[in-house]
């Protein structure tokens, strides 16, 4: 039977693309590796998908059926160094205390630190916060810092008359909400609207013509503010860190690019999902009576949601995995979602599982650089919601759909 929880995720994950539940779900059955015709190798064992994320001899992340063979296509085959080359290593290794818990501590307190106060406010006042919406914003900040974007540039790149999917549609809109957000909104938009060109990728990641010029617009955009920034940045921002290390501008602008579009629809979703499940599940309870389980919360939001639901991989040599023959040329997906709640339902109680670890965050020298800023932000928006120290109650939710990555496009709490 299904819990209340585990139901809106699976409708949620429908919103998003309406086959997605059914292959995450029956994906199950591929444990630990199966092939489908015509769309490669599907793979739903920890133990396999680990094997394959830290054999670089027989899988490629930037050939086709592959993430970086898709971003080669819109700022250039030089990203192939930067994923897979000797440039993905010395970068890694430079960079590496940027995102060290401190650090990415700082970052979160400086770029969304009163953001979270205003939304521990507003709730204490008795008001309706709409968490959906604030995710986005929030996203959106954290976006802007890194591509260097202040307002005015967002304003100036983007002004189509947009203005931002949810306030175009004239609902679910937090009242609560300032002007001085709708910048920040409008700049998750545009990175959700580049993203979403990922949909229809399952079989291949070459994209058409059409869609190939506006990811390389979206991107442009994107990128417009770095040269500017790069050369003002503090060492202790990525950006500042590349031009200290040498990265010419036009690497540092699509490093900026990658990590922004990476972290901005998978995190949101995180953070909306992981508040609808401590409600649905009712842990949210648990974590008041022991809010030392805080960072236990969001691991398990991690695990549950895992917004980067697949994984893909191509083979470049063929190779025995789990008693299957795999051929060059063909591709692998990695079921991230299927794998990670193989484990059970939300419980911030739940012990570590080190089957999974962190695979929510993929595995190998690809392993997800901004990890603990994923948990940094995510558990500083969990304190925010939990200051009063009492539950909330959903007042309204609503999916946002045909999105690549699933959540939620009005979230409406309030406390108890």
Partial sequence: MLTTARRHELALLAAGQPWLPALLVAGRLARPIRKVPTLGWFVADPAVARQIYNDHAHFSIVSEGAAGHWWAQVIGDWVEDLFEGQGHTELRTKVRDLFAAKHTDD??????????????????????????????????????????????????????????????EGNGVDETMSDD?????????????????????????????????????????????????????????????????GLDVQHAAGLAILMAVAGTDTLASAMTRMIALLHDSGEQHALLAAPDRLPDAVRETLRVTSPAYLVGRSVTADVEIAGRQLRAGEHVKILTWSINNAVGDFKIHRDYVPETRQLWFGGGRHLCLGAQLVHSE????????????????????????????PTYETLRIRLA
């Fill in 107 to 168: 970052l979160v307190a400086r770029v969304i630190g009163p953001a979270l106060k205003q939304i521990s406010a507003d709730l204490a006042a008795g008001g309706t916060v709409d968490i959906a919406e604030r995710a986005r914003v929030l996203v959106g900040r954290s976006v802007s810092d890194l591509v260097g974007m202040e307002p005015a540039d967002i304003r100036a790149l983007f002004a189509e008359g947009e203005g931002g999917r949810v306030a175009a």
């Fill in 181 to 245: 957000d709708e910048p920040f909104r409008i700049l998750f938009d545009h990175v959700e609207e580049l993203v979403n060109l990922g949909i229809g990728t399952m079989a291949s990641t070459t994209l058409d013509p059409v869609a190939l010029e506006r990811a390389r617009t979206l991107a442009a955009k994107l990128s417009a503010a770095v040269p500017a920034a790069y050369e003002r940045a503090d060492g202790n921002t990525t950006l500042g860190r590349c031009r200290e290390l």
């Fill in 378 to 405: 995510l558990g500083s928006l969990l304190e925010a919601l939990t200051a009063a120290g009492r539950p909330f109650e959903i007042v309204e939710r609503r999916y946002r759909r045909k999105v690549f990555i």
